[in-house]
């Protein structure tokens, strides 16, 4: 078996760790209001859990290749793509590993969305692993991860009770939708931009029909669903700051 699919399985077996054996011991240990959740709260939240390891570990790789490699940013088609690989073969386990959950947990995991971004994503992520095909844009794709964190914080914050005044709950709110942009949203034209430039080049013939259509198609159909997602995420960031001024107003108002 390729070194890259032994860390899929290694990654799986990891994630799955995390998910049935860590976390549950861990929140216990570490959180207060993580005993009274009901059992299908528990089960999203551990699925969270390791969806924000993930996205550390994976998002913070991919910066520093995107900083360093530079074999990777110097032929973004046929770079040298071992390290690209490894974190390919990071992401690929957890997805696998989240759909597995989504499936067995649909009641309380299940989203159309989340299965056609991770089948999007696997399928183009096979070319780099089975071929070392395209590591700068399968790397690059990886950076949107750096959200996840803030994203999941929400959840969090939610289940436990927290009022969506709370200032924590703010600041983590703008923070989603600041990260969110900037890794998903604000980088689609430089993108698009390096995507266009390797155009009728000799390496882009020679990659052939089925890796450039997994390349343009899983790459639209993942900024097709980050641009819903975003659009979510700045309505309901809308709506909580809107009603904490209108609150603060009100409480203004009370007092003089």
Not at 32 to 45: F, I, P
Not at 119 to 138: E, K, N, S, T
Not at 203 to 222: D, E, K, N
Request: proline share 3%; hydrophobic share 50%.
């Amino acid at each position: 078996m390729d070194g890259s699919y032994l860390v899929v399985v290694g990654s799986l077996f990891v994630f799955q760790l995390l998910f049935h054996v860590i976390s549950p011991r861990l929140s216990t240990l570490l959180s207060w209001g993580y005993t009274r959740l009901s059992q299908a709260q528990k089960t999203e939240w551990h699925s969270r859990c390791v969806s924000t390891i993930h996205a550390l570990v994976v998002g913070s790789l991919a910066l520093y290749i995107l900083w360093f490699d530079d074999d990777v940013n110097r032929d973004r088609i046929w770079g040298d793509p071992r390290l690209v690989k490894v974190n390919i073969a990071i992401a690929s386990g957890y997805l696998i590993n989240d759909l597995m959950l989504l499936l067995w947990h649909w009641k309380t995991l299940g989203d159309r969305y989340f299965i056609s971004h991770h089948l999007a994503a696997l399928y183009a992520y096979q070319y780099v692993l089975a071929r070392g095909l395209l590591p700068y844009f399968a790397n690059f794709r990886l950076i949107a991860e750096l959200s996840t964190p803030f994203v999941n914080q929400r959840w969090f914050f939610e289940v436990l009770g927290f009022p969506r005044s709370a200032r924590l709950v703010l600041l983590n709110g703008v923070a989603m939708s600041i990260s969110f942009f900037l890794v998903r949203i604000a980088v689609i034209p430089s993108y698009y931009q390096q995507v266009a430039s390797s155009f009728g080049t000799d390496a882009f013939h020679r990659l052939g029909l089925g890796p450039q259509c997994a390349w343009i198609v899983s790459s639209l159909a993942l900024d097709i669903l980050n641009t819903i997602w975003m659009y979510k995420i700045a309505r309901g960031c809308w709506k909580i700051l809107f009603l904490s001024h209108k609150h603060r107003k009100t409480e203004l108002s009370k007092n003089s």
